[in-house]
């Protein structure tokens, strides 16, 4: 494979692109979004307030890093991704009667579909608290939940929730830096240990300081009911 890019140094912009189309597809199937689309198609409502750049797990699996929209409209949540991250994925549109919430330790769960028990879970997006409780005070009245609707995490069970994230994704780096070389050729050098460890773990390390202090920032400026 190295020898047919070094041969035709054109074709790795192709291969990289095609890639690029092939994981996003997949993560969007694996996450449901081609079955929630397809569900809830877009309305054309104005949004009484809209998020983007935001993060969310879209079903078990599908993590979206900062690549979410979310707009709270009058009759409903309309959910997208940016284009770059979802080029087959079109923004669709959940009444808030087909909106469950459920809270949970560290983040709040919004079940699509099953707001009431005679219909089937079609999807879920995970969120942070901050982000749920900004979402509820938006749609005021509209918003699927009895009682109170802001509950924000510690900043001690969102600490551990972040630092478990620097360890899986730095582990996972670590492997992929060490690995990625030989997989590709047997005579290529891999990364010297220490560096392919080090390297992900104080990137990841500064990116995930960064988050918690948007986190902190953010709850300090939560509104509260």
Do not use: H
Not at 62 to 71: F, I, K
Not at 149 to 168: D, E, M, Y
Request: proline letters at 7%; a positive charge.
């Amino acid at each position: 494979m190295t020898d047919v890019f070094v041969r035709y140094p054109y074709l790795f912009p192709l291969f990289f692109v095609l890639m690029w189309f092939v994981v996003t597809s997949m993560i969007a199937a694996m996450s449901g979004w081609f079955v929630l689309q397809s569900r809830y198609p877009d309305q054309p409502e104005t949004p009484i307030r809209r998020w983007s750049m935001v993060s969310g797990r879209l079903g078990p699996l599908a993590s979206y890093r900062g690549c979410l929209t979310l707009a709270v409209c009058p009759s409903g949540l309309r959910i997208g991704v940016w284009r770059i991250f979802g080029p087959f994925c079109r923004s669709f549109f959940v009444p808030w009667s087909d909106l469950r919430v459920e809270r949970l330790a560290l983040w709040t769960r919004l079940v699509m579909g099953s707001a009431s028990t005679s219909e089937a879970t079609v999807g879920t997006l995970s969120v942070s608290d901050w982000l749920a409780s900004e979402l509820a005070v938006a749609a005021g009245a509209s918003w699927p939940e009895a009682g109170a609707a802001v509950i924000l995490s510690s900043p001690w069970n969102v600490g551990r929730k972040l630092l478990l994230q620097w360890l899986l994704i730095s582990v996972g780096a670590a492997l992929f830096f060490t690995l990625a070389p030989r997989l590709l050729s047997s005579t290529a050098r891999p990364m010297p240990v220490a560096a392919a460890i080090l390297f992900p773990a104080l990137f990841f390390g500064v990116v995930t300081l960064i988050q918690f202090a948007i986190y902190l920032g953010r709850r300090r400026s939560s509104p509260r009911k």
